[in-house]
């Protein structure tokens, strides 16, 4: 691989040939890889990174994935919901650090009102802040509600572009209707994330580059790779953790496929490897996302065991040692 051939597909496009190259590159390609994918990032976004605070607000959950410690039927994980008012005040702490983008996240839930969120979500927005939502699946009158009320961002992450594989790992749900619930989350005004899960049993290269180019497709605004962890209580909670590596090098892709995309430096990464999430800014990053669930709350929202939770300073030397410098995702203007 040579800085040419990177140069050549940067402007004529990826080929899912091209994909795999990118994913399965060894150290010194990647190296190149990462060189080039970091010119990318600055070609969009200049030197600018971005820091969000997320809530994780409530975690029951209606669903079954092998992968989830939240998962109907497990019985290790205390369920809890958060009030109005902590959130909201939870909110005004991150605003007065500095963070402008605030991230409400929950398990795929009907166990609160579509009205309080709308009122939560009024609230936030109303000190000027930018509300991102992580909710999973909800009705149009709903998701217009909250897209009136301020939120102006979904994550709804594919998790596997392999439609039988997303059928094994979410009994009940069906990936063409994740990938309908996008593109109608996209025609009520949201801009949307999505993403993949890496590492999953039976998860190959081939879907892997499946997932890029759904993204693609999808024309998401944000995009983003967590690597399996396994959590206890779970199927899989004897499965091996994903390859960071490979991780990394979907970093990497999307950054060059994907271009002027939000991309997070997830926490899975910090877990894994000794400076994982500078090292995901270092392969395309430039987001990452302090976490603000009460740390009375944070162990029971099992995403997987012994999670690793991202402090403001931490965020803060990460974006600096990465050379660059911390922005308001509203500011971005004409980088969208």
């Known amino acids: 691989m040579t800085r040419s051939w990177l140069d050549e597909r940067l402007e004529k496009g990826f080929s899912p040939e091209d994909l795999r190259a990118l994913l399965e590159s060894d150290e010194r390609d990647f190296a190149l890889i990462s060189e080039k994918a970091v010119e990318v990032r600055r070609r969009y976004f200049g030197d600018r990174a971005y820091i969000r605070a997320v809530i994780e607000f409530a975690n029951r959950c209606r669903c079954s994935c092998l992968y989830c410690g939240m998962r109907l039927g497990n019985q290790g994980a205390a369920g809890y919901e958060l009030g109005a008012d902590e959130i909201v005040e939870t909110a005004a702490t991150a605003l007065r650090n500095g963070i402008r983008t605030f991230f409400l996240q929950a398990a795929e839930s009907e166990t609160y009102e579509s009205g309080w969120l709308t009122d939560v979500i009024r609230r936030i927005s109303g000190m000027g802040m930018e509300v991102i939502l992580c909710v999973g699946f909800h009705n149009t009158r709903d998701l217009d509600d909250w897209h009136s009320a301020g939120a102006g961002k979904f994550i709804l992450k594919h998790e596997t572009s392999d439609a039988g594989l997303f059928a094994g790992m979410k009994p009940g749900f069906s990936l063409t209707d994740r990938i309908g619930m996008l593109r109608v989350l996209q025609k009520h005004g949201y801009s949307v994330g999505s993403g993949t899960l890496l590492g999953l049993p039976g998860q190959s290269i081939s879907s892997l580059v499946g997932d890029l180019l759904l993204m693609k497709e999808l024309g998401v605004q944000m995009s983003s790779v967590s690597v399996f962890m396994p959590a206890s209580g779970t199927p899989l909670a ?10 990394l090098r979907f970093v990497a892709a999307m950054r060059l496929y994907l271009k002027n995309t939000l991309i997070p430096a997830t926490s899975t990464f910090e877990k894994l490897i000794p400076d994982g999430q500078y090292r995901c ?18 162990d029971d929202y099992t995403l997987y065991t012994n999670r690793f939770f991202v402090g ?7 974006i ?3 050379g660059l410098t911390e922005a308001s995702e509203e500011n971005r203007g004409a980088l969208r």
């Open 238 to 247: 004897d499965h091996p953790s994903g390859d960071p590596e490979l991780g």
């Open 281 to 298: 800014f270092e392969a395309g990053a430039n987001v990452i996302t302090v976490n603000m669930t009460p740390p009375r709350l944070r």
């Open 312 to 318: 403001l300073s931490h965020a803060r030397e990460t």
């Open 320 to 322: 600096a040692r990465a």
